[in-house]
């Protein structure tokens, strides 16, 4: 499922760069409960939300999708 494979994306970016949950939701101003449903796959995320993330993590959005199914 896509919601999933971007989730588990979101969270290896994140962590590649060493950044908690907590900490990387307060610096792009999204809840850090919402950023963990994210990462566990179950929110259907807007294109708003993912193109804030995707800066977040410095990433285009292409190199956010890179490798998804």
């Known amino acids: 499922m896509i919601q999933e494979e971007l989730g588990k994306r979101i969270q290896s970016l994140r962590k590649e760069r060493d950044i908690s949950q907590e900490k990387f939701a307060l610096q792009i101003d999204m809840d850090r409960t919402y950023l963990a449903s994210v990462e566990a796959g179950k929110r ?6 993912i193109k804030k993330i995707a800066d977040g993590l410095n990433v285009s959005l292409s190199e956010l999708f890179e490798g998804l199914k």
């Open 44 to 49: 259907n995320i807007s294109i708003c939300n």
